[in-house]
């Protein structure tokens, strides 16, 4: 993408949707470097006096279309129920606007693919809130893979888990896992070839409260997303075990976030029985120091140098689609008992 805003200093941003996140997002930007937050915008008056006196310096309007049609706003970012993502990305876009769209970036396929067909024709650029991309603690995971501090990489799992918040319309699966599948995705730097999923649903006929992911990256990987919000722990934990070490991201624990376990598993070829074949090796655990960042803060600066400097987000509208294919095979095997589904 070219340098579409070489001339402006700051981006003029509206933050559309200030309910339970959107709260968060609009401080996010209001301390983002280079973003000047405009106008507050929601459909409940409410919700909009509680943000509007934390920013007296920013507008406020009930009207989505009032910041469409101001042609000084040069952004938009999308905290709005996911069900409506996807027509007011398209009617953003339309009006020449710079998207920023809370995940998951659509309800089905298609709409992920016109998104990113649209921002191509647009030159417009969309980014998708995979708040974990962001992470510094995830990036850090990145970087012991691309070192090969952790030998190939055999296998991911992921679990969030915890009691509440319980969603009546979408399930566990799209309320929770866009953030797992994006992060599998980032650390392997490929797509699956195929998923399967089993979940159930306990308090409400039709939507999973508790679901679990296979993924499968042909003969080579594999990866498991347990999500659950009916479930006694609250985790957030990466696990990722490879050849030479493995790896463990917990984002509950106050100090400890993620460790290096050096430990593996060897065969050796030409024994005499199987149980002299195998060595495994207990080495040291290392605490690693993981920097001191806020993902949130992170993210929204990344697509506001994005859009300032015409740089392609990290997590863009390709991205998107990526995760929005894999939720929506996902919902496929759910609905046939946890039958493969191929990612086409
Ligand atoms: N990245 C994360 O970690 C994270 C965490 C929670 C939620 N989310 C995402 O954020 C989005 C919002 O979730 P939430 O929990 O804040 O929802 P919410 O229901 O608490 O808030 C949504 C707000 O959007 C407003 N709204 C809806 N349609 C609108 C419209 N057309 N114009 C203006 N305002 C409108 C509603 O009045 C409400 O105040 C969802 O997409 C969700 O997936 C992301």
Not at 301 to 306: E, K, R
Request: aromatic letters at 6%; one cysteine or more; glycine letters at 6%.
């Amino acid at each position: 993408m070219g340098k579409v805003n070489q001339t402006m200093e700051l981006l003029p941003i509206s933050v559309v949707g200030l309910g339970g996140w959107g709260k968060n997002v609009v401080r996010s930007f209001s301390q983002t470097r280079r973003a000047k937050l405009c106008v507050l915008c929601d459909e409940n008056e409410e919700v909009i006096a509680r943000q509007a006196v934390l920013y007296p310096y920013a507008a406020t309007t009930t009207q989505y279309s009032e910041i469409l049609a101001e042609s000084n706003i040069h952004a938009v970012a999308l905290v709005t129920p996911s069900p409506s993502h996807f027509n007011l990305a398209v009617q953003a876009l339309n009006a020449g606007k710079h998207v920023f769209v809370e995940k998951p970036l659509s309800l089905t396929v298609g709409d992920a693919k016109e998104l990113v067909a649209l921002a191509e024709k647009k030159q417009r650029v969309v980014m998708v809130g995979h708040l974990l991309e962001y992470h510094p603690a995830v990036n850090l995971l990145k970087s012991l893979i691309q070192t090969g501090e952790l030998g190939d990489i055999h296998y991911i799992y992921s679990h969030r888990l915890n009691l509440g918040v319980v969603r009546l319309e979408e399930n566990a699966l799209w309320s929770l896992a866009p953030h797992d599948i994006s992060v599998v995705l980032y650390l392997l730097g490929k797509e699956p070839t195929h998923v399967t999923a089993v979940g159930q649903s306990y308090l409400n006929p039709g939507v999973e409260d508790v679901v679990f992911l296979n993924l499968r990256f042909g003969e080579e990987h594999m990866a498991q997303i347990h999500v659950s919000w009916l479930d006694p722990h609250k985790e957030r934990k990466v696990v990722i075990v490879g050849s030479k070490r493995m790896a463990v991201f917990d984002d509950m624990h106050p100090s400890e976030k993620v460790r290096i376990f050096d430990k593996s598993a060897n065969v050796k070829i030409g024994t005499a029985n199987y149980v002299e074949s195998i060595t495994v090796r207990h080495g040291e655990i290392r605490s690693l120091i993981v920097p001191n960042q806020e993902p949130l803060l992170s993210e929204t600066q990344h697509f506001v140098d994005c859009v300032l400097d015409g740089k392609t987000p990290r997590s863009d509208a390709h991205d998107g689609l990526r995760v929005v294919k894999i939720l929506d095979a996902a919902t496929r095997s759910l609905h046939q008992n946890g039958m493969p589904v191929e990612i086409l």
